[in-house]
């Protein structure tokens, strides 16, 4: 059974719920560490009302320094503690004490509080392990990878460079080993139409070209094309239903184009998961849902679960 370190995220979201009332479940499929200490477990607890299971196996010395816990609140306590629990969590991975990382959902804007640099987990993960870690996110029937993440959406365009996209793609292929063709998506609508509507899609397909020939070359199979990427799909029909059927992985130019279909297709058993590093880490793909923590609600675990899930069938 794997070992898997589990990083407790914002204590004043819904987590630390998540992680109890799904030990059981998860302990079955892994091994899970927490990375919190016993006397802010115990407040949770007692604050959710949910009993700790016998078995939920914790670090004994304190993550960070304890605070108050305050349902729905951002503070840099919070923010700290969060953080601290993800670099223990990263640690036991490098470490080889654990097999996988998964993460509970943090708060960006206590982090910042806190006084950490860092915009989330893949940034911080990218600085760790000095790596162009991959974001992709989604299920089995369809996974996304972001090319562009974080940015505003007037410095995607100029962010679209041949080199960069090139290594992306043939990172991406190599670490989420995809079964199938991936589906490559246009950065203009219509694909551009030619350069009527924008020519990205010219350095698009050449970083496609590139990636396609390299693959061909590594399988010794030159004579016999192997289209590894599509060419650049109009956005708009990439996700219908007779497009879909095709594919189960999509490398999106920025992070609404892909992560809005996604969503709108598979948001409650969607993942998070970080490629192209030394360690493997995943995630739910939601967030610390304040306005609902200890507040009693049932939570829908699906996310959580299939993070867990996800790592045991990776290798």
Known sequence: MKKVAISI??????????????????????????????????????????????????????????????????????????????????????????DAVCTLPIHKKAWELAGIDYKGHTDALRDFFDAEAIMMLGCPRMYVALFTEHIPLKEVAPSIDEKKLTRFLLDFHRTAKPAKTVAVLSLNPHAGDGGV?????????????????????AQGTVAEPVEAFTSPLVPDVAFTPNIRKHYTHYVAMYHDQG???????YFDEGINVSLNLPILRT????????????????????????AIKYIVSFS
Do not use: W
Not at 259 to 265: E, M, N, S, T, V
Not at 283 to 306: M, Q
């Open 259 to 265: 992560l809005a279909p996604l969503k709108a297709l």
């Open 283 to 306: 995630s739910v793909d939601h967030g610390t849902a304040f306005d609902i923590a200890y507040k009693g609600v049932e939570l829908n675990s699906l996310s959580y679960v299939n």
């Open 9 to 98: 995220g914002d204590l004043n979201g819904i987590g630390i719920q998540l992680a109890l009332e799904n030990h059981q479940t998860v302990s079955k499929i892994v091994e899970p560490l927490y990375c919190i200490d016993s006397k802010m477990l115990q407040q949770a607890s007692e604050k959710l009302n949910i009993p700790i299971p016998n078995n939920f196996q914790i670090l004994e010395e304190e993550t960070a320094p304890s605070f108050e816990i305050e349902p729905g609140m951002v503070c840099k306590e919070s923010g700290r503690y969060a953080y601290n629990s993800f670099i223990e969590a990263v640690e036991f991975a490098k470490e080889k004490k654990v």
């Open 197 to 217: 509507l924008g020519n990205e899609e010219e350095i698009i397909q050449k970083a496609i070209d590139n990636a396609n020939t390299t693959l061909r070359q």
